[in-house]
């Protein structure tokens, strides 16, 4: 085995090892909150030492933002597998990306009660909360693009601001996605709160 090939295969366990890692934050803080994390019982949930984690993640900060853009990662590869199914219209591209922020189920319920931790945490913590500034942004800059391709679809006025449309779509379904968190709303009749939203942007364009 060449020098090239030993250094990606040790690449890809170092970046396995930091999943496990992740993943076994990611269950303390679903079930305890995100206070109850320290770096010795993440290194026993995940079953490695601790010195093991403190080899991967610096700090417990590192370890954190590392696990806030695991859980961005895992929805943009389930919008991604969405998208594998054949080609799809911008509209029902925006609303794959928008259901992803209303927990439909057990896992999405899950990321969703990490993700309001870590926000929650970021009102005291100022790398976290540029952190999480730049995830919206990106995210809004999605929405803004596919809005635009959508205008030009004629799927949605070309009167619309995308701009302005991406956040008010975006914040809408945020705000859904909390509704269902804490029980205000069902999943279901969330998303058919989504889905009247966008037909009803839709029915202008025609």
């Known amino acids: 085995m060449g020098k090239g090939s030993r ?8 970046e396995e090892r930091r999943r496990q890692i992740a993943e076994a934050l990611l ?12 770096l010795r019982d993440v290194a026993a949930e995940a079953e490695v030492s601790l010195g093991a ?22 929805g943009t590869e389930r919008i991604q597998r969405n998208l594998g199914q054949g080609e799809r219209p911008p509209r029902a591209i925006v609303r794959d990306i928008l259901a992803e922020l209303v927990p439909a189920d057990d896992q999405r319920r899950a990321e969703l009660r990490i993700a309001t ?12 909360a540029d952190h ?5 942004a990106a995210l809004h800059d ?5 809005i635009r391709h959508a205008q030009d679809a004629g ?6 601001d995308p701009e302005r449309t991406a956040a008010t779509l975006f914040a809408l379904a945020e ?8 029980g205000h709303r069902d999943p279901q009749g969330a998303l058919a709160i989504l889905d009247e939203h966008l037909d009803r942007l839709a029915a202008t364009a025609r």
């Open 175 to 182: 705000g859904l996605g909390t509704h269902v968190l804490i």
């Open 142 to 146: 999605v929405l803004a693009l596919l």
């Open 53 to 74: 984690v403190q080899h991967y993640f610096r700090s417990k900060d590192e370890m954190l933002l590392f696990a806030l853009d695991y859980i961005s990662e895992r």
């Open 7 to 14: 250094t990606r295969g040790l690449g890809a366990r170092h």
């Open 155 to 160: 799927e949605m006025p070309a009167a619309l």
């Open 27 to 38: 269950a303390i803080i679903d079930r305890h909150g995100l206070d109850a994390v320290s």
């Open 117 to 128: 931790a870590f926000t929650a945490r970021s009102l005291v913590s100022p790398n976290l």
């Open 132 to 136: 999480l500034r730049t995830g919206y």
